[in-house]
């Protein structure tokens, strides 16, 4: 585990915020992460823009669309992460999709995310089955590759956990990215069989748009990731958003 992610989990619940890369602006994006972590964010995960991201729901799904229209490219991602790198040591996850990585050059870019000071990498749409198709670029280059485990995955909850990388994601209730009214807490039982069999971080996502259900999710949890709720306020107030966004997570980290 990098040094920066164990820190992230080392002293309380860790508050993992996720942004969409170059919404509205590769410039706003980069203020964004400095308001997330004056707000006490503990890991930032940086959403790549993608035209097909399955496993989002319309809010992300909109944000990437503007990202993409803005001019976004995975060069100018790097550039501005090499920037932020000079200015904090928050632990950094890029989550992205296996084509852009594939359109890119799968060594080239797991290289490139290193080298400007990534963490860990997270890609949903790759079963956990088939993750050697990154995993040891990832050892290579020093980045956690980390893996999902979602509602339906006690059966291979156990062999999931023995292999991760940095942290384990898990999804709190099926479907897609997105706020919702009520979330299950199926995913608490999950967790407890993989704390049972080893010592690793596990933070809940998808879904999570509120300090009450943040609370809520942390105390089955190590920590809490928040996306949707977070693009839906930068996608209301635009290239102002970054105060707004601030508040909300200062209201988040509160309660964690």
Do not use: W
Not at 130 to 136: C, F, H, I
Not at 142 to 168: D, K, M, N, W
Not at 184 to 213: H, M, N, W, Y
């Amino acid at each position: 585990m990098s040094e920066r992610i164990r820190r992230a989990f080392a002293a309380r619940k860790a508050f993992i915020p996720f942004i969409t890369a170059g919404d509205p602006s590769m410039e706003v994006t980069e203020q964004l992460v400095y308001a997330l972590e004056a707000a006490g964010a503990d890991l930032i995960e940086l959403g790549i823009p993608f035209s097909d991201p399955v496993a989002e729901g319309p809010v992300i799904q909109a944000a990437s669309e503007r990202a993409l229209a803005a001019g976004f490219t995975t060069d100018k991602l790097f550039e501005m992460t090499a920037r932020l790198r000079k200015r904090t040591d928050i632990a950094l996850a890029f989550m992205t999709y296996l084509n852009p990585v594939y359109a890119y050059g799968k060594e080239r870019f797991v290289r490139q995310a290193a080298e400007c000071g990534v963490d860990a990498l997270i890609v949903p749409d790759l079963p956990f089955e088939e993750k050697d198709e990154l995993a040891p670029l990832c050892e290579q280059y020093g980045l956690a590759f980390i893996s999902l485990i979602a509602p339906t995955s006690r059966g291979r909850a156990l062999r999931i956990a023995a292999e991760a990388q940095g942290f384990v994601y898990c999804v709190s209730s099926m479907g897609v990215t997105g706020m919702r009214a009520r979330l299950g807490t199926e995913i608490g039982g999950i967790i407890r069989l993989v704390k049972e069999s080893r010592d690793i971080p596990c933070a809940i996502g998808f879904g999570v748009s509120t300090p009450e259900q943040a609370r809520d999710m942390a105390e089955l949890s190590d920590g809490v990731i928040i996306g949707s709720a977070i693009v839906d306020i930068a996608a209301r107030h635009g290239k102002d958003c970054a105060g707004p966004v601030r508040e909300f997570a200062e209201k988040i980290r509160a309660v964690l």
